[in-house]
């Protein structure tokens, strides 16, 4: 769309924004210039939005690319917001959306994960065979996975990083979990329920990548109600509790089309499903338990980050709620986690030597 504004100024590529939310920061504050249909500017970029402003159509200019240095860009989400009409039809899909900064960001992304993953575990070869994972990851899924990444990143740097933490650890669980592979409780767990794993490197790679994306769906909740300082009202989670279902729309418009995949994004949460017609998978425990891990020791706008005892305690207590497989529980917490606490603290050591 293009058009002049009320001082005769040439307006290029104006185009409708479907919603408002992703266009505010925190505060509800705009994060580029809002304008009307005739390109006259309604509202700065940093001025507060008001609530009149959800009842009209707003514009903004090159939407694609919002003027903000916040690192909270919106764009991937704009591709998949439910609009009418004819631009509805033309909206591409996510996948199309590829361009050079993009795989720059991804690839980033991935020296980021191998940072982490250095950081996280020491130097042995466990570290080795992981980076083999993430190689065949990348040459695999590149083109869907780059989509789902940058949405990730750009959207909100919690999830963002959340997201590659619960990646990680579920590289070191899948690891640990095959040291047990000679003992009876590993096959009890894995081989003789309905769904049986399999830990080739191909699947170890789709776990991996399903544990990447399972909180893809986020990047469609309102910054309003995903950083929400308080507790969220029941309209507030009842929205919040679509994020599951939301991640395998995104998957599918990404050209990511795997039914284990489905069923660990779209049931990482046991208490809202969103992916039926399957046994239990006991990956999606694994992924739940590292989710829930991952969130109480992180820090949030609500909250700071608990240490490791509470977690632990609060994990023991889901356990007796949730019966979780005990096998798969006992790994995580006693083994994998714990290998975690001690290489945190050891680094936050060495760290404060350094210092
Ligand atoms: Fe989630
Ligand atoms: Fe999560």
Request: charged content about 30%; overall charge neutral; proline content about 5%.
């Amino acid at each position: 769309m293009e058009s002049h504004n009320a001082e005769g100024i040439k307006i290029v590529n104006l185009k409708e924004i479907t919603d408002l939310n992703q266009f505010l920061d925190k505060v509800g504050r705009a994060v580029c210039n809002l304008y009307n249909s005739a390109g006259n500017l309604l509202i700065a970029k940093g001025k507060m939005v008001p609530q009149r402003l959800f009842n009209q159509k707003v514009f903004a200019v090159n939407y694609n690319q919002p003027e903000q240095d916040t690192g909270k860009t919106t764009e991937p989400v704009l591709e998949v917001s439910q609009g009418t009409g004819e631009s509805q039809k033309k909206k591409p899909l996510l996948s199309d959306f590829i361009n050079p900064k993009v795989k720059e960001d991804f690839q980033k992304a991935f020296s980021e994960i191998t940072e982490i993953f250095k950081l996280e575990t020491p130097p042995d070869k466990k570290v080795e065979r992981a980076y083999g994972i993430i190689d065949s990851t990348i040459n695999t899924d590149l083109r869907a996975l780059n989509s789902c990444i940058f949405a990730l990143r750009t959207r909100d740097t919690y999830t963002y990083n959340h997201s590659l933490s619960v990646y990680t650890i579920m590289i070191q669980s899948l690891k640990s979990f095959m040291e047990y592979q000679n003992e009876d409780r590993f096959w009890d767990t894995f081989k003789q329920q309905c769904v049986k794993v399999n830990f080739s490197p191909a699947n170890l790679r789709k776990y991996s990548l399903a544990a990447l994306l399972h909180d893809l769906g986020k990047t469609l909740i309102p910054p309003s109600i995903l950083n929400k300082p308080g507790r969220l009202s029941e309209e507030e989670f009842g929205v919040m509790k679509k994020h599951p279902a939301a991640g395998l729309i995104l998957l599918k418009k990404a050209g990511i089309e795997d039914r284990e995949i489905f069923q660990i994004v779209g049931n990482h949460h046991p208490s809202y499903p969103s992916f039926s017609g399957e046994e239990q998978n006991p990956i999606i425990t694994i992924a739940t338990i590292i989710d829930i891990y991952d969130a109480l020791r992180s820090r949030r706008v609500y909250k700071d980050p608990l240490d490791w005892d509470t977690t632990k305690r609060i994990l023991k207590e889901e356990q007796g709620k949730q019966i979780w497989d005990p096998f798969i529980f006992s790994v995580l917490t006693e083994k994998v986690f714990e290998d975690l606490e001690k290489d945190r603290t050891d680094l936050l050591e060495r760290t404060m030597k350094s210092a």
